[in-house]
């Protein structure tokens, strides 16, 4: 069984930022990509950014584009997003995914493992 674990989402003030992180438990796994996306209260879950895995190619929203970055650590088997000038429009539980096949695209909801998922409140 693999399980993705989330961390680091909290309230966090309009211009602030915040760092989530994503580590797999359980038995190992290949993938091609990991992925983050969110679903914000009453609305549908989307893509926020991807990162091939070996490559480290990084794909983002343009909702996210210039303030989100992805990456991972291979050592530490963990992938990262990194996210700055927080709007409150970004607030949503956060999931990040792995796919074990390559795909030409990443921003698709059709990855195999997914977290719990982690509470990200962008709030004065």
């Known amino acids: 069984q693999v399980q993705l674990v989330e961390s680091g989402g909290r309230l966090v003030q309009p211009g602030g930022s915040l760092r989530l992180s994503c580590a797999p438990s359980g038995r190992t796994f290949s993938r091609n990509f990991m992925g983050w996306f969110r679903q914000a209260p009453g609305k549908e879950r989307e893509f926020v950014a991807a990162?091939?895995?070996?490559?480290?190619?990084?794909y983002y929203a343009d909702s996210v584009k210039g303030r989100f970055t992805i990456s991972r650590d291979n050592a530490k088997n963990t992938m990262y997003l990194q996210m700055n000038s927080l709007k409150p429009e970004d607030t949503a539980v956060y999931y990040c995914a792995a796919k074990r096949e390559f795909t030409a695209s990443p921003e698709k909801i059709e990855y195999d493992y997914w977290g719990q998922g982690t509470q990200v409140t962008v709030s004065s």
């Open positions: 990162i091939n895995w070996s490559a480290g190619l990084t």
